[in-house]
Each structure stands twice: as structure tokens, then as C-alpha cells.
């Protein structure tokens, strides 16, 4: 089964809007973080933000921030006033246990395209 | 500060023949991952490392893959023979060891670049 799901293989935002990704997970394990990456076209995966499980408050950093839903299992991220340079693919990631050094399960992604 | 350094960016091979790909993690990162991400996935855990030991390789090949991390420092990761299906990119990462003046509490993992891998 999946671990993580991104159901928006492509979306697209116009400039200066808001976009909202989805992404829903499934774990057992009660502690568990929940990581946003974007990858643009070179390739080098870039850390956006960060939801504990045991967090109380949605993340924010920046324009970036997480619309976490914990009964439902969603973390969707909420990217406001979109520029040129969000164009990128994003991955949701889960880290289960409280092990910090775990590995990531990424999603499939979304790629998202900011028109002019 | 100096971010995961790879080499080399890309790489043509023809299939049965063996590749290798290195990483050096940023400095005093104790912890080395190797990612794998086929083309449209995510990318996947090969192998993890904290120091010179193997934390995780459950998802490497085995009869195929190998990797290394003498000194517990700079990571090679070899091919030996590939397959079309190794077709991909390669990322390394590396992280903190958690509690050890990790910045912030969630240690997050840094990127390298990658190594796309291409096998005629």
C-alpha cells in the first residue's frame, strides 16, 4: 500500500495566486514528521517545511505553509503568491518513528507549472 | 557552508558493464543516504549510513549494488553489472545524527544534485 499519496500529477497556478497541493499518508506509527521538497529542473531536491505529528499549530515558513488534517492523514501545502520560480516538482515526504535520522517515503509528486 | 557535493552529474553505459557513483556529504554530517528515483517516482532508499556503519540497506540489491563509507566521510556507490531498469537519478543526502546539534529539531536531510544514470 501506499505510503504516500499525491493525487495532482500536474497542476497549474497563475502568477500571484495561491495553489494548494495534496498530499495524504498512511501510517500505524503515532510519531511521525511529514517533509514538503521542491525539485527544480536541476535536480537537487530543496527542503521547504516541516509537520510533526505531535505539532499543534499548522507550519509555516515563508510563503509556504501546511494544511495539516490529522484525523483525515493529509499534510497538503499551500504555496501563496505564486512566482515564475515556483515552477518545479514538489514531493511530500514521511519520516515514521520518533528516529530522526530515518529515512524519507517520498509521494509520486506534482509538477507545477506558475503561468505569467 | 559548503551544501552535498556529487559526481559526475550524468553518466551513459551500456548494459552489464559497471558504474560508480561518489558523494561527499556536508561536513560534520554523520548521517549519508543513497536515493534512487526512476524517472516519474520519488525517490527511493538505497542504503543509509551513520558514520562508516550501514543503518539501513533493506532496499539495495545486493546482488547488483554495493556501497561504501570508509572513514565515515566520502560515499561510493557502485554498479556491478547494470541493468536498463538502473536507469535513474542518484541523489545523496546527509543529515545531522539527531540530538547532536541538529539545528532544528526534525534534522532534515540535505540534497546533492544527483547522478543521472543512463544504461543503453
Known amino acids: 500500500a501506499q505510503k504516500i499519496t499525491q493525487t495532482q500529477p500536474g497542476m497549474f497556478v497563475q502568477e500571484k495566486e495561491a495553489v494548494t497541493l495534496d498530499c495524504t499518508y498512511d501510517t500505524s506509527d503515532p510519531s511521525y514528521g511529514l517533509f514538503w521538497y521542491k525539485q527544480p529542473s536541476s535536480g537537487e531536491m530543496i527542503f521547504l517545511i516541516y509537520?510533526?505529528?505531535?505539532?499543534?499549530q499548522n507550519a509555516t515558513e515563508g510563503r509556504y505553509s501546511l494544511n495539516f488534517q490529522k484525523a483525515r492523514k493529509s499534510a497538503n501545502l499551500v504555496i501563496s503568491a505564486s512566482q515564475l520560480g515556483d515552477s518545479a516538482m514538489y514531493f511530500c515526504a514521511m519520516r515514521e518513528g520518533s528516529n530522526q535520522g530515518g529515512k524519507l517515503i517520498f509521494g509520486q509528486g506534482t509538477e507545477l507549472s506558475v503561468k505569467p | 557552508e559548503a551544501g552535498v557535493a556529487q559526481s559526475p552529474r550524468y553518466k551513459i553505459i551500456e548494459k552489464r558493464q559497471s558504474v560508480a557513483f561518489w558523494c561527499n556529504p556536508i561536513s560534520g554530517h554523520a548521517t549519508l543516504y543513497w536515493y534512487q528515483q526512476i524517472l516519474g517516482q520519488g525517490p527511493k532508499l538505497l542504503i543509509q549510513?551513520?558514520?562508516?556503519?550501514?543503518?539501513?540497506d533493506s532496499q539495495l540489491p545486493k546482488d547488483r549494488f554495493s556501497a561504501e563509507r570508509l572513514k565515515g566521510v566520502d560515499s561510493t556507490l557502485k554498479i556491478q553489472p547494470a541493468k536498463l531498469e538502473d536507469s535513474a537519478v542518484y541523489l545523496c543526502?546527509?543529515?545531522?545524527?539527531?540530538?547532536?546539534?541538529?539545528?532544528?529539531?526534525?534534522?532534515?536531510?540535505?540534497f546533492g544534485p544527483g547522478t543521472r544514470l543512463t544504461v543503453l
Open positions: 509537520q510533526g505529528s505531535y505539532d499543534q
Open positions: 549510513f551513520q558514520n562508516n556503519g550501514v543503518v539501513d
Open positions: 543526502a546527509s543529515s545531522l545524527v539527531p540530538g547532536q546539534g541538529a539545528q532544528r529539531s526534525y534534522n532534515e536531510q540535505f
